[in-house]
């Protein structure tokens, strides 16, 4: 009983909380907006210096030196203009507070569930959304998490009403956490604490084959009976979604690729890959873009190079494969930091430019939204941002404006909000 | 009625058979045997240092009465010529479970579901002190498990409760399968046994951790004098028994290196010399293990070979566990090449069947002959203080001995008997004639050729008719020889029996042929049997031991680096003083300290490094972190005050080498935040490669971790019994643990006889300034709370830890004068932070609070620059300021900032060369010094990373070596350890 009156008490002063007051979404781009004088870094390894930047209703119609100004124009220069940043596989917007299960909607019960679908659960109230906004992390893949196939992500922007405002690509990929050949030691059964080879890792393997044989010998046939799994799935085959594989080992990764590949998968996409440098002419040669884990990471065993994740992403792409950063193992609010994973690549010798593709021209091919975001270039959407300084580097990533789809949206936050509240206590105002 | 009889029969006949003197016998008249048994022309061995080469051992009713190469036999001896065999003192094991009952996990339970208080009564607070057990109670003669002994050459046992961190006294046992326990029992409380673990038995939350079980034992021993001195009212029944045991030998179970010498000082402080059970990594720490003066027991179970045929899961195998496989078989002979005295045991050695293979490696390794064997006798007797009962074949020892074909460490030496207080057990038949040979074998009128091969008492046999090889058995016991053959495609059945004469080499006997009429066979031995030689090359050599590091894993380093004199040239150094940051400025570094600070300054004898276009600074320090720990809570109640995280260093944490990839060099090993008066800190500086005791400031500042909110409270574990539940209970427990301090204190201070409470002495501390606070808090109102209790009790709370709402009350904690260490950006990862806000490190700063970045978490220490760098972005810093959150400032708080935390001449030179602007997430640690030791350099680095790949790269090589040798594998595993935050129990 008591324990009950605990989460109702709980629950009562969440929603008390997260019904505060989150920034407005911005009203739809009336007139043009020209931003002068700026570094721009386009998002595909170039920049251009002293660059105009035109955009009318969303989109971007002029970019370059000598470029015409129309509308409202922004002196940007010494200052630096980015694409927004793009956060993919990651739970922004299913989970508000960690240790509040009444706040979490990113795991499903089930196994095997591509039916189950983050886009009508996003929160685009979600404070921790909001804050990362001020960082220039603007859009996201929002991923379930748990099981073997986790369920049907969709990518989203950041700053709107609800869901449906939110939605960029509706439904885009389907999330299949690959089996492991190790697994952790059942201590309390009396297994050695560590480590332990998965005897069960050929037989996990056979379960998704087979489930995802049935899928497609569904699809080839108009159902009597829906089957829900497998009708969602039908999408990989016909290459309307992606298969997302989450796999770190190298076994892992071969198995995982060359399985689904024959089973008819169309467009394959590896998360994770902490051992993909090993066998980067196989990705190669598969056409494998690997949404590599983000460089914030303690190497996975004792002995590995303490640098190894500061530089994995770099030993992928001087390979020659084409990479992203997602920190999907990470807490959301942590997402605001996708610039700094980036930066850290360059300290290991990454041009920054190229760094930048990993978290925005990148990152747009993978997710498949690459007609429209992830680079400044015209007939793109205008969602960008300006920033004072180095993006990339905490120090100077700050940034004055933010449009996404060309609206000026807002950079206060929840915690800008008490930030302000609390300097005016003590400074008297 | 007849079943009765039956069993009345069995029972007189035993009561006759072994009779005591003063027992009745009516089951016929009294009669005993004082004959003697005498061994002649034996190499005899006396001890492992005194052999006779040809003598005679008499012995009489169990006991040797004589021993030596000139005894006159009495004439009532029965004579038993031992000409060619070697006799040995049998061997002992110490450290035993032999027919002790062993107590079984309870079922049900699991996490959160342990309970605070004691489930007996009249006995110690904790369940888990155990005194009062002992053994003899649960105690049952078990014969098979005797003869599973015996046969690999025990003679006697000591067993105990292997349960509990105090787990009473043990039972030494003969293992005389023939007398009772009347003969066999030699001491029923020989010896009391201690450990840190927990019984599995009792659900008593406390302790739960390594820490606590240190820390309880301490009190354990205070409470234990507060007893005898008469100074409690009630009974304790297990003080009592821990008082009455006092004389007996103390036997530790460690099981690890550093346990060792962790239970060693525990030993010290309270007049105790353990003997101690190791855990086969003694070897590393040889030195220390030395100087704890204990007496070590030592398990054989050195690790089976990894399958490493698999490369990826070779992989996961770390370079610390590979070699731990490569150097464990050398652990005695390294402790016997340094003095230590050991003795063997066969606890946690899977099969006794593995014995004497472990016994020849360890041998294989270099351990000598004479060291085996007094670890198997001598050394264990001496150990329970029994050398005059059992370990030697002195006259009056039991006549405990092992009867040999020859030198017992020889893989090819048959064990023949085992003669336990005088009963003599065969192990195999030393009479059994060796009949192996090649044979003309003629039965039933055809003449086949026999060959009998194989072990003497286990021959093989082939049988051919001309070149067809015919199916056939063999078996050979108590000189009677058993053989059948099948010819015909196993049609036609031959069966043979005879008995070997001891006079001939040929062999005849009785025939029964396939029609069933009888015959006889006759076996004519045409040549000898030679035994196949194949392991001679491989015996000669020593195995490859490969080198240690300090510390003994990946990345440890072969020599400890030193310290030498450097001048940095031209650096761009940022003071952390009022200096600010120095441009094109020379660092002197000499006798591990900041010598000069200045421009063109010369190098003298130093190591010139050109820093021009690189950043100089101090280390960084780390206010708040738990790597290089073995245990981070002791939650199992809600103050822990007794327990320090100095007890639990884990100095062979990779985590150490990486955060000084990342410019770390001192960092406070907090306790956890499970209860809200936590365990005292560990203040460190991360020498990778040194000792525990090296790597702890020296007069460290004392610091205890106190913690508020969600997490002592339970909110997010926990079975929701133990208070405080709500933040109004924590505001009582701390006023009631300072109430009490405070009158502890003034009983102390009054002269009046107290008991002694290291939980109280410590909190005494705080209120009398000498130790400090560092509080792990979030929201506000527990902020404001905590400095009001202190005020209450005249103290001030020196740090807030985390304090994500400290903007909130920053105002009220400058008033009451307390730092704090934050996070630069966390948040949303639980309810309490709700509020939290990146501004917050900023805010606090300008209201004058003394402001450090810290981790609590071993990723994001080793980038605690970038972080400093994130208070630039949010809330305005200045780069300077910035920069002293991770330096001087966390500095200050720990009350270290005399010694390091800026760039000052005179400071310990703990410096970092940085490729880049110290805050920029571009930066790199080039060089880490401490104390002008060179812990991290960029370049030595390259080296190592090559060194770890060629070494594993050649044990993987020996590794399967040894498979195909035939060696017994285990499967890969990774052994990782647990990252640790606050909240890791």
Same mark, same amino acid.
């Given at each position: 009983m008591r324990k009950q009156l605990n989460i109702c008490l709980a629950l009562l002063l969440f929603t008390g909380l997260a019904s505060w007051a989150q920034q407005t979404p911005a009203a739809k781009q009336k007139e043009a907006i020209s931003i002068t004088g700026a570094t721009a870094h386009?998002?595909?390894?170039t920049v251009v210096e002293n660059c105009t930047i035109v955009f009318e209703d969303g989109k971007i119609t002029a970019l370059g030196t000598g470029v015409a100004i129309k509308g409202t124009s922004i002196d940007a220069t010494g200052k630096h203009v980015y694409p927004g940043f793009i956060a993919p596989a990651k739970e922004l917007g299913l989970i508000?507070?960690?240790?509040?299960?009444?706040?979490?909607?990113n795991d499903e019960i089930g196994?095997?569930?591509?039916?189950?679908?983050s886009l009508i659960a996003?929160?685009?109230?979600s404070k921790v959304v909001e804050s990362m906004r001020p960082n220039g992390?603007?859009?996201?893949?929002i991923t379930p998490k748990g099981g073997r196939i986790s369920g049907t992500s969709s990518i989203v922007q950041?700053?709107?009403?609800?869901w449906e405002d939110a939605?960029?690509?509706?439904?885009?990929g389907i999330h299949l956490n690959w089996p492991a050949s190790f697994r952790r030691g059942r201590w309390w059964m009396g297994e050695p604490k560590g480590i332990l080879p998965n005897k069960k890792y050929q037989e996990q393997v056979g379960e998704v084959k087979n489930f995802l044989q049935n899928a497609e010998a569904y699809g080839k046939v108009t159902a009597k009976e829906l089957n829900p799994a497998f009708a969602a799935m039908q999408g990989v085959f016909d290459g309307s979604k992606k298969l997302y594989v989450y796999a770190d080992g190298e076994k892992e990764i071969i198995d995982a690729v060359t399985m689904v590949k024959k089973a008819g998968v169309q467009s394959v996409v590896l998360v994770g890959?902490?051992?993909a440098y090993k066998i980067t002419d196989f990705l190669k040669k598969n056409n494998i873009p690997v949404l590599v884990q983000f460089t914030h990471n303690l190497p996975?065993?004792?002995?590995?190079?303490?640098d190894l994740p500061y530089k994995l992403p770099k030993l992928l792409m001087d390979a020659g494969i084409l990479v992203a950063l997602q920190n /999907? *193992? !990470?807490?959301?609010?942590?997402?605001?930091?996708l610039p700094f994973y980036a930066g850290q690549v360059v300290g290991q010798g990454m041009d920054k430019e190229k760094a930048l593709q990993m978290i925005t021209g990148n990152t747009a091919q993978i997710l498949g939204i690459e007609a429209t975001y992830g680079t400044l270039a015209?007939?793109?959407?205008?969602t960008l941002f300006i920033s004072? /300084? *180095? !993006?990339?580097?905490m120090r100077t990533n700050q940034l004055s404006h933010a449009f996404i789809d060309g609206r000026n949206i807002s950079l206060e936050t929840h915690q800008t909000v008490l930030w302000k509240r609390y300097m005016g206590k003590y400074e008297g105002k | 009625m007849k079943m009765r009889l039956l069993s009345l029969a069995i029972f007189w006949c035993g009561t006759a058979l072994f009779?005591?003197?003063y027992f009745p016998v009516n089951d016929g008249v009294k009669s005993k045997n004082n004959n003697y048994t005498a061994f002649t022309n034996a190499k005899i061995y006396v001890t492992p240092t005194q052999v006779i080469e040809s003598g005679t051992l008499l012995i009489q009713n169990g006991k040797v009465k004589q021993v030596g190469s000139s005894i006159t036999v009495p004439k009532n001896a029965v004579i038993?010529?031992?000409?060619?065999y070697s006799i040995y003192p049998s061997f002992i094991d110490i450290y035993s479970k032999f027919g002790v009952a062993q107590p079984k996990k309870s079922v049900g339970g699991g996490f959160?579901?342990?309970?605070?208080?004691?489930?007996?009564?009249?006995?110690?607070?904790?369940?888990?002190?155990?005194?009062?057990?002992?053994a003899i109670n649960k105690f049952t003669y078990d014969d098979k498990k005797a003869k599973e002994l015996r046969n690999i050459g025990f003679g006697v046992v000591n067993a105990h409760?292997?349960?509990?961190?105090?787990r009473g006294t043990g039972v030494l046992v003969a293992?005389?399968?023939?007398?009772t326990d009347a003969q066999r029992?030699?001491?029923?409380?020989?010896a009391q046994y201690l450990s840190f673990s927990k019984s599995?038995?009792?659900?008593?939350?406390?302790?739960?951790s390594l820490m606590g079980a240190m820390a309880l034992l301490r009190q354990m021993y205070a409470d234990a004098k507060w007893y005898a001195q008469g100074n409690v009212t009630t009974k304790d029944r297990s003080l009592e028994a821990l008082n009455n045991n006092k004389g007996l030998v103390q036997i530790f179970e460690a099981k690890d290196k550093g346990n060792a010498l962790r239970a060693d000082k525990i030993g010290d402080a309270n007049g105790v010399q353990y003997a101690i059970l190791g855990g086969g990594d003694e070897y590393e720490r040889i030195a220390e293990i030395k100087a704890t003066g204990a007496q070590f027991i030592l398990p054989l179970n050195f690790p089976d070979?990894?399958?490493?045929?698999n490369p990826y899961q070779a992989a996961m195998i770390s370079l610390k566990d590979m070699r731990h496989w490569n150097q464990a078989p050398a652990n005695p002979k390294i402790l016997a090449d340094n003095g230590v005295p050991f003795s063997f045991t066969?606890?946690?050695?899977?099969?006794?069947?593995k014995f004497k293979e472990r016994l020849m490696k360890a041998i294989e390794y270099g351990l000598p002959k004479t060291k085996a064997l007094e670890a198997l006798t001598t050394v264990p007797a001496a150990i329970l203080k029994k050398s005059n009962r059992i370990g030697?074949?002195?006259?009056?020892?039991?006549a405990n001995f092992l009867i040999t074909s020859?030198?017992?460490?020889?893989?090819?030496?048959?064990?023949?008997e085992n003669w336990v207080q005088g009963h003599k057990n065969v192990?195999?038949?030393?009479?059994?004639?060796?009949?192996r040979g090649n044979y003309d074998l003629a039965a039933g009128g055809i003449t086949y050729k026999m060959a009998i091969t194989g072990e003497l008492g286990k021959p093989k046999i082939e049988i051919k008719q001309d070149t067809n090889k015919l199916k056939s058995k063999i078996s050979y016991k108590n000189q009677w020889l058993n053989l059948s053959f099948a010819t015909d495609e196993g049609a036609k059945n031959y069966l043979m029996t005879g008995l070997v004469n001891e006079n001939s080499d040929n062999i005849k006997g009785r025939l029964i042929l396939p029609n069933g009429n009888e015959s006889t066979f006759n076996a004519i031995k045409t040549s000898g049997f030679t035994e196949k030689k194949k392991d001679t090359k491989k015996a000669a050599t020593t195995p490859e031991m490969v080198g240690i590091t300090y510390?003994?894993?990946?990345?440890?380093?072969?020599t400890k680096p030193k310290a030498t004199s450097i001048l940095f040239k031209n650096a761009t150094v940022?003071?952390?003083?009022?200096?600010g940051i120095l441009k094109n400025t020379d660092v002197l570094v000499k006798a591990g300290k900041i010598a000069k600070i200045g421009q063109?300054?010369?190098?003298?004898?130093a190591q010139v490094i050109d820093a021009s276009g690189k950043h100089l600074t101090a280390g960084i320090v780390d206010e708040h972190t738990h790597i290089a720990?073995?245990?981070?809570?002791?939650?199992?109640?809600?103050?822990?005050?007794?327990?320090?995280m100095e007890d639990v260093v884990?100095?062979?944490?990779?985590n150490i080498y990486r955060q000084l990839a990342g410019g770390?060099?001192?960092?406070?090993l907090l306790h956890g935040s499970a209860n809200p008066i936590g365990g005292r800190s560990a203040i460190l500086?991360?020498?990778?490669?040194?000792?525990p005791e090296k790597m702890i400031y020296d007069n460290s500042p004392k610091f205890i971790k106190f913690a508020l909110g969600e997490n002592v409270k339970q909110s997010n574990w926990?079975?929701?019994?133990?208070?405080?539940?709500t933040r109004m209970g924590v505001e009582q427990l701390f006023m009631n643990y300072f109430q009490r301090a405070k009158e502890y204190d003034t009983k102390k201070k009054s002269g009046q006889p107290y008991r002694y409470d290291e939980e109280m002495e410590v909190i005494a501390e705080i209120l009398n300034g000498e130790r400090f606070i560092s509080c792990h808090s979030y929201v506000q109102s527990e902020i404001n709370m905590m400095m009001k209790v202190a005020e209450k009790f005249n103290f001030r709370v020196n740090t807030f830890t985390?304090?994500?709402?400290g903007y909130k009350v920053a105002d009220k904690m400058k008033a009451h004068g307390v730092g704090a260490g934050t996070f630069s950006d966390w948040w949303a990862?639980?309810?309490?932070?709700?509020?939290?806000?990146?501004?917050n490190a900023a805010i606090m700063q300008q209201q004058g609070i003394t402001v450090a970045i810290n981790s609590d978490d071993a990723e994001m220490a080793r980038r605690l620059n970038q972080e400093a760098g994130k208070t630039v972005k949010y809330g305005g810093m200045t780069e300077l300021e910035a920069w002293k959150m991770v330096t001087i400032n966390p500095a200050k708080l720990l009350h270290i900032d005399e010694r390091v935390g800026s760039i000052k001449e005179?400071?310990?030179?703990?410096l970092v060369l940085w490729n880049?602007?110290?805050?920029?997430?571009y930066a790199k640690a080039e060089k880490t010094l401490i104390e002008g030791v060179t812990y991290f350099d960029l370049k030595a680095d390259e080296q190592q990373r090559e060194a770890v790949k060629k070494e594993k790269a050649k044990l993987i090589n020996m590794m399967l070596k040894e498979k195909a040798g035939g060696s017994k594998t285990q499967a890969p595993k990774m052994s990782k350890k647990k990252l640790m935050t606050c909240e890791s129990l």
């Open positions: 386009i998002g595909d390894g508000e507070i960690n240790a509040v299960r009444a706040s979490k909607d196994d095997m569930i591509p039916h189950v679908r996003y929160n685009a109230e992390v603007l859009m996201g893949q950041f700053d709107a009403w609800n939605a960029v690509k509706v439904d885009d890959g902490y051992h996975n065993l004792d002995d590995d190079d303490y /999907g *193992d !990470a807490s959301n609010f942590q997402t605001r930091n015209v007939g793109k959407s205008a004072e /300084g *180095d !993006a990339l580097d | 009779a005591q003197d038993v010529d031992a000409k060619g959160g579901s342990g309970s605070y208080g004691p489930s007996r009564e009249g006995f110690y607070w904790n369940d888990h002190i155990m005194p009062e057990n002992a409760i292997h349960d509990g961190i105090v293992l005389n399968g023939t007398g029992i030699l001491d029923d409380k020989s599995i038995t009792k659900k008593q939350a406390y302790p739960s070979t990894y399958d490493v045929s066969l606890n946690d050695l899977k099969s006794p069947a030697s074949l002195q006259t009056g020892r039991d020859g030198d017992i460490f020889d893989k090819k030496t048959v064990l023949y192990i195999a038949d030393k009479s059994l004639k060796d009949i510390p003994n894993v990946g990345f440890g380093y072969s940022w003071t952390s003083e009022d200096a063109n300054l010369s190098a003298g004898r720990a073995l245990a981070v809570n002791e939650g199992g109640q809600n103050s822990s005050a007794e327990v320090k884990d100095y062979e944490d990779i770390v060099t001192s960092a406070q500086k991360l020498k990778w490669g040194e000792s926990g079975n929701q019994t133990r208070f405080p539940q985390h304090i994500l709402e990862y639980k309810f309490e932070v709700n509020d939290a806000i990146p501004y005179g400071k310990d030179a703990d880049n602007h110290p805050l920029s997430v």
